[in-house]
């Protein structure tokens, strides 16, 4: 496998945890459950997480667009505590983060 293949199984691991860990930090920064009573996740179990020290948004997708400033601010602010950066997509950040809200009834 080459370095650019690579870097791209590297992307995809690294886009698939990412869901779960944003609907984490959103939960537990918040201090309440801000979407739903039931929150599910998955992702890789052996990424290091360790590893990376910037972010970017790649996508934040909600029904209400009050809250997109509001996951924004409530994700950057609990990654910052975590010694995280935030940085410009195109600048090559180590984690894209994407939230997603979904509501099932």
Do not use: H
């Not at 860990?21 to 929150?39: D, N, P």
């Not at 400033?69 to 195109?90: F, P, Y």
């Amino acid at each position: 496998m080459g370095s650019q293949d690579n870097k791209m199984f590297q992307g995809g691991i690294m886009k698939r945890a990412v869901l779960a860990v944003v609907t984490l930090v959103v939960l537990l920064g918040s201090g309440r459950t801000l979407f739903a009573t039931e929150v599910k996740t998955d992702y890789d179990r052996e990424a290091n997480f360790a590893q990376y020290k910037t972010f970017c948004w790649q996508k934040v997708e909600t029904q209400n667009p009050l809250w997109i400033e509001r996951i924004k601010s409530a994700v950057g602010s609990t990654l910052a505590a975590k010694g995280w950066s935030q940085v410009a997509a195109s600048s090559g950040c180590d984690l894209a983060v994407v939230a997603i809200e979904i509501n099932r009834r």
